[in-house]
C-alpha cells in the first residue's frame, strides 16, 4: 500500500471497481464458497507507511468460487477506509477488485472486513505506520523572575527525546548582573511534554530593574530563548531603603562612641592636662 504523492488528490480520483472472471473447475464450483484477500503478488495482510494525516491507496479483491452471484458489505475495523463500492454484487466465478483509501492517523492495527448476505465474515488484517522523522523542536515558556530564583516551562515540541542546556544571563540598568555558562540540565523531555523548572537566583539585586534571558540548546544545536523583565516594587524599595538607613545608623553611632573613648595610656581631657601644670608650678 504505497503512500498517495498527493493526499488530497487521492480522495477525489474515482475508485473504480473491477470485475475480472477466475478459471473454478465445474466439479468444484457447486460446492465452492469464497474470499477476501489484497489484491496482487498474494500479500497476507494490507500493510501502509505515511506522515501522519497521509491518504494512501490499496485493492481489496472479493472472490466468488461459487456458480451463483455473491453479495458482501465491506468495512473496515479499527481504522477509517473509503471504499469505491462497500455494497459489492459478484457474479459467479468471479473477482471483484475494490480499491479503498485510508488516512494514517499514527501507528495503527486493524482489518478489512466483509460480510455476506448469510452473515458468513472473511477478513484481512491491516496494518498502518506513522513514519515520522526525527526533529528537534523546543520552546522556553511562563519566564518569571520572582525573589530568589527564575521559573520556566521547557516543552518539547519535536519528535525526539531531549537532553537539553541551559545559559542564563540577566543584565541590570548598568551591568550585567548574572551570567551562567550552559549546562546540561538534569532532566530528559519527551516529545509532546512539558517540564516546569526552577533556576536559583540567590542574592538577586533587589533595588535593580534586571532583564533575564534564558537560552536552550538541544543535542543537535537547535536554540530557544526567552526573557523577563523584574522591577522593584515600592514595597520592596522601601524596605530596602529602610534598611539602608539602619545600617548608615548604626554605623554613625559606633564611629561615635568610638571616638568619644579615650584610649589606654594616652592623654586625658583637656581640663586635665592645666590642671596637671598648675600644680608642677
Known amino acids: 500500500m504505497p503512500p498517495t504523492p498527493n493526499a488530497t488528490r487521492a480522495l477525489v480520483l474515482p475508485l473504480a471497481l473491477l470485475l475480472i472472471p477466475v478459471a473454478v473447475p465445474r466439479a468444484a464450483a457447486a460446492g465452492a464458497g469464497w474470499s477476501l484477500a489484497p489484491a496482487g503478488d498474494g500479500r497476507p495482510s494490507f500493510y501502509a507507511e505515511g506522515a501522519p494525516g497521509a491518504v ?11 456458480a451463483r452471484p455473491l453479495t458482501v458489505t465491506l468495512a473496515a475495523d479499527g481504522v477509517r477506509a473509503s471504499f469505491a463500492d462497500a455494497l459489492v454484487r459478484v ?5 471483484a ?13 486493524g482489518a478489512i472486513v466483509a460480510r455476506d448476505a448469510a452473515g458468513r465474515v472473511r477478513s484481512v488484517p491491516l496494518r498502518l505506520r506513522a513514519g515520522v522523522p526525527d526533529l528537534s523542536a523546543l520552546t522556553v515558556e511562563h519566564v ?8 520556566y516551562d521547557l516543552v518539547n515540541r519535536g519528535t525526539t527525546t531531549l537532553v537539553p542546556r541551559l545559559a542564563v544571563r540577566a543584565d541590570g540598568l548598568f ?9 546540561t540540565l538534569p532532566v530528559r523531555l519527551a516529545p509532546g511534554t512539558r517540564a516546569s ?9 533587589a533595588l535593580d530593574a534586571v ?4 537560552t536552550v540548546t538541544a543535542p543537535d544545536g537547535t ?19 529602610a534598611g539602608a538607613a539602619l545600617a548608615a545608623a548604626g554605623t554613625a553611632l559606633a564611629l561615635a562612641r568610638r571616638r568619644g573613648r579615650r584610649p589606654p595610656g594616652g592623654p586625658g581631657p583637656a581640663g586635665d592636662a592645666g590642671a596637671t601644670t598648675g600644680a608642677a608650678a
Open 175 to 183: 551591568r550585567r548582573v548574572l551570567d551562567r555558562a550552559p549546562r
Open 97 to 109: 477488485e475494490v480499491p479503498f483509501t485510508v488516512r494514517v492517523p499514527g501507528d495503527r492495527s
Open 91 to 95: 457474479p459467479g466465478r468471479t473477482r
Open 211 to 214: 532583564d533575564v534571558r534564558l
Open 56 to 66: 494512501v491507496r490499496d485493492t481489496v479483491a472479493v472472490t466468488n468460487g461459487g
Open 223 to 241: 536554540r530557544a530563548t526567552a526573557g523577563a523583565s523584574a522591577r522593584p516594587t515600592p514595597r520592596a524599595a522601601s524596605a530596602a531603603l
Open 144 to 151: 518569571r523572575v520572582r525573589a530568589d530564583r527564575i521559573t
Open 197 to 205: 523548572l526552577t533556576e536559583p537566583w540567590p542574592g538577586r539585586p
